[in-house]
Each structure stands twice: as structure tokens, then as C-alpha cells.
């Protein structure tokens, strides 16, 4: 018996250690294990990994094109005699090896253009990937502060829970003693039910928000994580600070992935017309080759057929040329490839004034909502405050019988959602001044450009 009560002891001391030991979590430190196991990110990568191909093999298309071809044929029936040109019945078997090498002089810069254009888009899609970090980082940052939230959500029930705990005593003992009537105990009953109800929610929300966490990081085989984070406040200058939107904006403008990247698009879709406008011109090309070949027709004096290596070195021949290609008329469907890829550039620059529009729009919305939240801070500071001050007056006047158990639930609850609008709109504020200090270019994130 006593050994099974020390291997009790042992296994609760060690999970008592392993519960205090476990890991805390930063901000950044969720961010960076998110950017390196999430999924849809590595597919981004993929692709970014794909245009950059698809850059250096229109480099390489520069190169001379060299390809080899051998043969074995076998006649039978009337056939040409390769050596006296003369058609004859008979059976006969040959072999002929060549190497051939073309290179294009003129295309009316397809190559170069192409170059340009793959080039833009591969640049495009490493920006694209960049803009899906940030994406990122911001679900990863507003999953973590509604943990914070909620903590504090279960924080202020937690008070409350306390608060009735307290005046259901209090209402037993003033009860005993004939100072308050029976009902005064269901008032006061009702009031714990009713926060300790509260407070099961609030935990039910912070655990859903908890495992919103650990989705979004796509972290494995748990499903509970603690945090670490202080609640920052902003100082008096902090405070002062006047922001515009035009300045922000201006900020935005020069570094946002996702105008950079579509810009690059723009820029290839542009010299996509000049790849299509290429079609439409003569086209020039060198080429130049050798061959050789071997013959069972080909024959002494005596009637043998000539050894290979004979003929593989007597039938050995070269050539060379330039081509030149002229369209004439091809349904004129090299046109009308010019006609979309100017309409495809077309939509491409109006996709970067739309993208703009949306970031000068949203960026607003954000300077309009800092400047409302510098007030509203303030006066939720205050009405907190006030509440605490109005509940402490309550709870004095509900012990010495002034007012009655409703009287001191209103105030209670009025505290208790001063305290929960006041915990909203800190973290409100600190995510909005988060996310314009982001697009004023300062080191929000940890985050390198590639």
C-alpha cells in the first residue's frame, strides 16, 4: 500500500512539474513557428520556385539549339538504288547519322521580351509570398490577442464570481441573524448561478480561441497553449502623435508586397504585347549540319559491299544556311494575339489602381478609427473608474442594508461591463496602431523580404 501511494505521489509530483513547465508563447514566437509549418505558404513557395524556372529556361532559350538523329531503314520491293539513283526491284538496308545546330538570328525580340516577362513575373510571385507572411503574421497576431482577450474576459468573471461569493455569504449569515429575509438568499443565489455561468462561457471562449491559436500556427499533437503578453499603453507623445492618411499612405505605397507584386504584373503584361507585336515580323535563323551514312548497295569491283567505317568516313558530308520566314497571312491570328495582350495590360494597370484605391480606403478607415480610439481609451479609462467607484459605494450600502440584492447586481454588472469595454478598446487600440505602424514601414513583424 505504501509503495502505490509513493508511485501516486511521484507521477502527480512529475506531472505537477511538466504543467508548470510548459512552454509560454510571444507574439513573434508564434509568428516565426507559423511561417515555417504553414502549408498553404510552402504551395506559395512552390510556385515563386516554378517562375524562377521558368526566368532562367528564357535565358537559356537564347542558346543554339544542337540535336542528333540516327537511322535504320530497311527496303523492300521497288526502291531507289542510293548509288546509281535508279529505280530497281530489290532488298537492301541503310543507316544514316546527322547533327544539326540552329540558332535564331532575328524574332522580332520574342526572346528578349520573353525574358522580361518571365523575369517580372517571378519577381511578382516572391512578392506575392511575401504578402501571404504578412497575411500571416496578422491572422497569427489577432488569434493571439483574442486569447487575450478572453483571459481577460475570464479574469474579470473570475472577480465576479468572487464578488457574489462574498454577498451570498454575507446574505446566509445577515439571514441567521434575522437581519434580511429568505428571499434575500434567491436574490443573491441567483447572482453567483448567474456569474458562475458567465465565467463557464468565457473559459469556453478562451479555450476555442486557444485552439483558433494553435490551427492557425499548425501546431501538432496539443491542444493547449499558454501565451505571454503585456498589454501595451501608449505614452502622452505616443498619444499626441498625429497621423494622415496621405502620409501612411505614401509609406504603404513604396513597400506593400501586394502593389509591388502587382506592378511587376503590369510591367509583364506590357511586354507581353511586345511578344505578340514579334510575330508579326520576318523571322531569321542560321542553321548548319553534317551527316554521314552507310549503304548496303554501295559496293567495290569485286561486288562486296563496303565496310561501315569506309563509308561512314567517304559518305561524310556538311551543310549550312540561313532561313528566313515572312508571314504572309496566318487568319490573322498574330493580330488578334496582339489585341488580347494589350487588353490583358490594360486590365493588369487597372488592377493596380483598384489594389491602390483599396489600400488609400482601408488605410483611412484605420487613421479614422486611431483618432476615435484615442478618445474612446480615455473615457472608458474613466468610466472604469467611475464603476469601480459607484460598486465599492453599492457593496457598503448592500452590507448595512441600504439597498437591496438587485439594487447592488446592477451595479455590479455595470462594473463588470465597464471593465469588459474598457479591455476592447485597449486591444483595439493597440491592434490598430499595430497595424499602421506596420504599413508606416516600421519592424511590426520579424518578417525579411526575400
Known amino acids: 500500500m505504501n509503495l502505490k501511494i509513493k508511485i501516486t505521489l511521484f507521477c502527480f509530483l512529475v506531472l505537477s512539474i511538466k504543467a508548470t513547465g510548459q512552454e509560454q508563447w510571444t507574439l513573434d514566437a508564434c509568428i516565426a513557428y507559423a511561417l515555417e509549418h504553414n502549408l498553404l505558404l510552402k504551395d506559395f513557395q512552390y510556385n515563386s520556385d516554378a517562375n524562377r524556372e521558368d526566368y532562367r529556361q528564357s535565358v537559356r532559350n537564347l542558346l543554339p539549339e544542337v540535336n542528333g538523329g540516327a537511322n535504320y531503314q530497311v527496303n523492300s520491293g521497288r526502291a531507289e538504288d542510293p548509288t546509281t539513283g535508279t529505280f530497281g526491284v530489290q532488298d537492301f538496308f541503310s543507316n544514316n547519322y546527322s547533327v544539326q545546330s540552329n540558332i ?193 548497295t554501295f559496293r567495290d569491283s569485286l561486288g562486296s559491299t563496303l565496310p561501315f567505317r569506309e563509308q561512314f568516313r567517304d559518305n561524310f558530308s556538311r551543310f549550312y544556311g540561313l532561313n528566313l520566314n515572312i508571314p504572309i497571312s496566318n487568319g490573322w491570328s498574330a493580330r488578334s494575339r496582339v489585341k488580347q495582350a494589350k487588353i490583358e495590360r490594360l486590365r493588369q494597370e487597372n488592377n493596380l489602381k483598384v489594389q491602390e484605391q483599396v489600400l488609400f480606403q482601408t488605410i483611412q478607415e484605420l487613421v479614422q478609427e486611431y483618432n476615435a480610439l484615442l478618445v474612446e481609451t480615455g473615457q472608458s479609462d474613466q468610466n472604469v473608474k467611475a464603476q469601480r467607484m459607484a460598486f465599492a459605494i453599492a457593496q457598503k450600502r448592500y452590507e448595512k442594508g441600504m439597498i437591496n440584492g438587485i439594487e447592488l447586481f446592477t451595479a455590479k454588472n455595470l462594473f463588470a461591463s465597464a471593465q469588459n469595454e474598457n479591455l476592447q478598446v485597449r486591444l483595439r487600440s493597440e491592434i490598430n496602431k499595430s497595424t499602421l505602424d506596420f504599413y508606416r514601414g516600421l519592424p511590426v513583424f520579424n518578417i525579411k523580404a526575400p
Request: proline share 1%; glycine share 6%.
Open 104 to 296: 535564331d538570328l532575328f524574332q522580332g525580340f520574342q526572346k528578349i521580351n520573353s525574358i522580361k516577362v518571365s523575369k517580372f513575373l517571378f519577381r511578382a510571385a516572391k512578392e506575392e509570398r511575401l504578402q501571404q507572411k504578412y497575411l500571416l503574421a496578422f491572422r497569427v497576431m489577432q488569434a493571439f490577442n483574442n486569447i487575450r482577450f478572453f483571459e481577460g474576459l475570464v479574469a474579470i468573471a473570475t472577480e465576479q464570481v468572487s464578488v457574489s461569493k462574498t454577498n451570498f455569504q454575507l446574505v446566509e449569515k445577515q439571514i441567521e441573524l434575522g437581519l434580511m429575509a429568505g428571499a434575500d438568499r434567491y436574490e443573491a443565489k441567483s447572482s453567483l448561478l448567474s456569474d458562475e455561468l458567465n465565467l463557464t462561457q468565457s473559459k469556453n471562449q478562451l479555450a476555442a480561441a486557444k485552439l483558433a491559436l494553435i490551427q492557425e500556427m499548425n501546431l501538432e499533437d496539443t491542444s493547449e497553449i499558454e501565451i505571454i503578453a503585456n498589454l501595451e499603453v501608449m505614452t502622452d507623445a505616443e498619444a499626441g502623435t498625429e497621423m494622415k492618411s496621405d502620409t501612411v499612405y505614401a509609406k504603404a505605397r513604396e513597400f506593400l508586397p501586394l502593389i509591388k507584386a502587382q506592378e511587376l504584373r503590369a510591367q509583364a503584361a506590357k511586354k507581353q504585347v511586345g511578344v505578340a507585336r514579334g510575330r508579326l515580323y520576318p523571322s531569321l535563323s542560321l542553321f548548319a549540319g553534317m551527316g554521314t551514312g552507310y549503304f548496303e
